[in-house]
């Protein structure tokens, strides 16, 4: 296969981690004989430092050329920190969501054995954790009106929804829930919100077309403190945007780190991929961010592009890195390796997946020894 893959690094940490899902690629290239042409493009701080547009015309037009679109992360504290800033880095982003149409965001979250005491939860809470989240990502409140009146002491956000909106992404979830536990969970508020009335409405009435799916429905405040009580009780869960955000990331700290969580930004002829973690910018160059959630984005790009055995390799590739110790502070205090060390053993493994209980060649004299 031939792909042309468009790459943002972003802001902070996201090139470094960036790097290391271009390097997990690059071997994927290698061993399975692939093409992936990279194209680099800017958007967020970087590109408001370097044309005053947080999403450059050019980025755009090589986002809608490209086969896939890989991204680092997005922010700086300069503009964080000042309130009155009238361009934002998160412009950039929402814009592209809007401009590609990428409406359904797909967020996975695992709980890995060998990392399950790093989790603030308990074991038996979370053993056996496999989740799916599905967010509704171009409509609801982030996208509707806002209004701020003269003097300054009333503000209006407001929240609407088609029953096209909520239809497409849906299909979506139930076809996920089809290849995985055949259960989906509706995250709404439908005993106060009109919104969440037409999702719960429009979600039930698309049921009888998936009747080996079994569904459900939570308000969002319960579903929240069932993720605490237990996460291992949901498969696929469907939700509106700001839900969404919140819903999915809370379920990030399940599994012990933030750095292992990546994600999908899908449309009808677009897709991106990127790690969930901010742009950290207080590790940045450093040589210390968790690569794993770049890498495993990477690995839902190649699910996107059809690679699926090349996607398992890659995620065979972390959980071996994960189960070595071979994983940056966050993961391992005691003997931590670095962010491009830890790309250079997922590439190895997956150049040389006979050799996986073998010294690495590439891991570097002195930090650890594989038996």
């Keep these: 296969?031939?792909?042309?893959?468009?790459?943002?690094?972003?802001?902070?940490?996201?090139?470094?981690?960036?790097?290391?899902?271009?390097?997990?690629?690059?071997?994927?290239?290698?061993?399975?004989?692939?093409?992936?042409?990279?194209?680099?493009?800017?958007?967020?701080?970087?590109?408001?430092?370097?044309?005053?547009n947080p999403l450059p015309e050019e980025t755009l037009s090589l986002c809608r050329a490209g086969d896939a679109i890989l991204f680092?992360?997005?922010?700086?504290?300069?503009?964080?920190?000042?309130?009155?800033?009238?361009?934002?880095?998160?412009?950039?982003?929402?814009?592209?969501?809007?401009?590609?149409?990428?409406?359904?965001?797909?967020?996975?979250?695992?709980a890995y054995d060998a990392l399950i005491e790093n989790s603030p939860l308990k074991r038996e809470r979370i053993e056996g954790t496999d989740i799916s989240i599905y967010r509704e990502l171009t409509g609801g409140i982030y996208f509707g009106i806002k209004e701020l009146s003269d003097d300054g002491k009333i503000a209006f956000d407001g929240c609407s929804y088609t029953v096209e909106e909520i239809e497409r992404i849906a299909h979506l979830a139930f076809q996920a829930a089809q290849q995985r536990r055949k259960k989906l969970t509706l995250v709404d508020k439908a005993n106060v919100l009109e919104t969440s009335r037409l999702w719960r409405k429009t979600v039930t009435a698309l049921a009888g077309n998936y009747p080996d799916v079994q569904v459900d429905f939570l308000f969002v405040d319960n579903a929240a403190m069932q993720?605490?009580?237990?996460?291992?009780?949901?498969?696929?869960?469907?939700?509106?945007?700001?839900?969404?955000?919140?819903?999915?990331?809370?379920?990030?700290?399940?599994?012990?780190?933030?750095?292992?969580?990546?994600?999908?930004?899908?449309?009808?002829?677009?897709?991106?991929?990127?790690?969930?973690?901010?742009?950290?910018?207080?590790?940045?160059?450093?040589?210390?961010?968790?690569?794993?959630?770049?890498?495993?984005?990477a690995a839902m790009l190649l699910q996107h592009l059809g690679l699926e055995k090349e996607a398992a390799v890659v995620e065979?590739?972390?959980?071996?890195?994960?189960?070595?110790?071979?994983?940056?502070?966050?993961?391992?205090?005691?003997?931590?390796?670095?962010?491009?060390?830890?790309?250079?053993?997922?590439?190895?493994?997956?150049?040389?997946?006979?050799?996986?209980?073998?010294?690495?060649q590439n891991i570097h004299m002195g930090q650890s020894t594989i038996i």
């Design 1 to 52: 296969m031939k792909a042309n893959i468009t790459v943002i690094p972003g802001d902070g940490i996201g090139p470094e981690v960036t790097a290391q899902a271009k390097k997990a690629l690059l071997a994927v290239a290698d061993t399975f004989d692939h093409t992936f042409l990279f194209k680099e493009a800017a958007m967020g701080a970087c590109a408001i430092d370097a044309t005053g």
């Design 72 to 110: 680092g992360a997005i922010g700086d504290p300069k503009y964080d920190n000042d309130p009155n800033a009238k361009v934002r880095p998160e412009q950039g982003l929402l814009r592209l969501r809007k401009e590609l149409g990428l409406f359904c965001n797909v967020r996975p979250v695992k």
């Design 227 to 297: 993720l605490i009580l237990q996460p291992n009780q949901f498969d696929v869960i469907l939700t509106e945007n700001l839900f969404g955000d919140i819903i999915s990331d809370e379920a990030s700290v399940i599994g012990g780190s933030i750095g292992l969580l990546a994600s999908a930004s899908v449309g009808k002829e677009n897709a991106l991929f990127e790690p969930i973690h901010g742009s950290f910018p207080q590790a940045k160059g450093k040589d210390i961010a968790n690569p794993l959630a770049s890498i495993l984005s």
């Design 316 to 360: 065979r590739a972390v959980e071996k890195s994960i189960e070595l110790g071979i994983t940056t502070e966050d993961l391992n205090k005691e003997n931590p390796f670095s962010t491009s060390k830890v790309g250079d053993f997922i590439a190895d493994y997956i150049q040389n997946q006979e050799d996986t209980d073998l010294n690495f």
